[in-house]
């Protein structure tokens, strides 16, 4: 079992910048990949950018260039750096970890999300 514990939330005017953190514990091993997803209010939760444990990383089109996600993994955490923000970007952002056992996917782990809210 893993937990994740998400911080760094908050409220950032429009152009502005924000760093999320996202620290893992428990049964790290398991772990193959760690992401972000967001959810608007009344919106379907939507992926946002993951990387793997060898560092290669994917953005959702609406973010890059704007956000990196990035891992430390001699802490375990992984973080996301949002830059250029927008009003669009208000949503509570969800981290995740996908958990493999002999190259097969088991199941996905989620911290309990962070809110970001940007102004106009």
């Known amino acids: 079992q893993v937990q994740l514990v998400e911080s760094g939330g908050g409220l950032v005017q429009a152009g502005g910048s924000l760093t999320l953190s996202c620290a893992a514990t428990?049964?790290?091993?398991?772990?193959?990949?760690m992401g972000w997803y967001r959810q608007a209010p009344g919106k379907q939760r939507e992926w946002v950018a993951t990387?793997?444990?060898?560092?290669?990383?994917n953005y959702a089109t609406s973010v890059k260039g704007r956000f990196t996600i990035s891992r430390d993994n001699v802490e375990n955490t992984v973080y996301l750096q949002m830059n250029s923000l927008k009003p669009e970007d208000t949503a509570v952002y969800y981290c995740?970890?996908?958990?493999?056992?002999?190259?097969?996917?088991?199941?996905?782990?989620w911290g309990q999300g962070a809110q970001v809210t940007v102004s106009s």
């Open positions: 428990g049964n790290i091993a398991s772990i193959m990949a």
């Open positions: 995740n970890a996908d958990h493999y056992r002999d190259s097969l996917y088991v199941g996905t782990s």
């Open positions: 990387i793997t444990n060898g560092g290669a990383t």
